[in-house]
């Protein structure tokens, strides 16, 4: 129990981070915080708390309505536009996820990065050699549970723009492929909004497996927390090295995990500080961005709008063309 209110806080702390304010909790989270809550003032001792709802980050649930953000007004939409939204303006909640009824934490020691080397060739026999490389790293498949995939990005090898995410969910691990679960989907309406499809740019994450949590008797993980830094730290120059072969004109960093993998830990406190901006990592500007999960969460055009703003400076700088009806989105 223990290790799941850890997992709790660390997501409330990374969405925090995001600039969420509001977050709306399950009649059944609450519950279960009520039962934690006076078990520990009636027995301060006692190691473990019976569930049968579980407190990961997948039991925080999107508002029904759109939280407020004080940094600007938006302007009212007018009818034609909010007729026709754009494309992002579409989505779906994620599925609420099943209870988890008896942990097992699962502890690792991240040594440091392995060296390793890329052979000669065009960036097709590059890329195979790095996807060898990952899919059979020791600590990669140390890390990553039976069954599951390890993961390394996707996508056109002469693209302009890369996304980068911060690790692989579930969805991925099963699927062994970055972005294929509800954020995904989104950032994939997000790209085609843009005038792109899927398979023009490259999409990549800092990690190659989906940091552990502690998991049911079955063995199922529920929810998902941030990666240490020493996770992040090993995985680093795999990205590097996409980057590498790629060679895309600029970078999209989604979300505060990813950032602080790029930019360093603790080169910024809350993700405001750094958002639409261009940073550079590795000699490619560097724009930081709103992971896709935070419009999940915030469904107001105010959100998106900063998202989307954030887009178009990274249309300007790649040189993708703009209408006027894409410059308006959200407005």
Request: glycine share 8%; aromatic share 6%; proline share 10%.
């Amino acid at each position: 129990m223990r290790a799941a209110l850890n997992a709790l806080t660390e997501e409330l702390r990374r969405l925090k981070a995001e600039g969420v304010k509001n977050v709306t909790v399950s009649e059944a989270g609450l519950e279960t915080l009520r039962r934690v809550v006076a078990a520990r003032r009636s027995d301060p001792g006692r190691a473990t708390v019976r569930t049968e709802s579980g407190l990961g980050a997948d039991t925080v649930e999107p508002p029904s309505a759109p939280s407020r953000a004080p940094e600007r007004t938006e302007s009212r939409p007018s009818a034609d536009r909010a007729a026709t939204p754009p494309p992002i303006a579409n989505w779906e909640p994620p599925p609420p996820s099943a209870p988890v009824r008896k942990a097992t934490v699962v502890e690792s020691n991240i040594p440091d990065p392995r060296p390793f080397t890329l052979p000669e060739g065009d960036k097709a026999t590059r890329m195979a050699a790095l996807l060898e490389i990952v899919t059979n790293d020791p600590v990669c498949l140390a890390n990553v549970r039976p069954g599951k995939k390890v993961v390394l990005g996707v996508g056109n090898l002469d693209a302009k723009i890369m996304f980068v995410g911060e690790a692989p969910g579930a969805e991925e691990e099963t699927q062994g492929e970055p972005f294929v679960g509800p954020a995904g989907q989104l950032l994939t309406k997000m790209i085609n909004a843009m005038g792109l499809k899927r398979e023009q740019v490259y999409i990549g994450n800092i990690m190659n497996w989906r940091p552990q949590l502690p998991t049911d008797s079955s063995g199922v993980q529920y929810g998902n927390r941030p990666p240490t830094a020493e996770e992040m730290n090993y995985c680093l120059p795999y990205l590097r090295a996409q980057i590498d072969v790629v060679n895309p004109d600029l970078l999209v960093a989604l979300g505060s995990t990813a950032a602080q993998g790029l930019l360093g830990a603790g080169s910024f406190k809350a993700l405001g500080e750094v958002r639409g901006k261009w940073k550079e990592f590795g000699g490619k500007p560097l724009m930081v961005t709103y992971h896709p999960s935070y419009i999940l969460r915030n469904q107001s055009n105010r959100s998106k709008r900063m998202i989307w703003e954030d887009l178009l400076k990274v249309m300007e700088r790649a040189e993708v063309p703009i209408s006027d009806k894409q410059r308006n989105y959200f407005l």
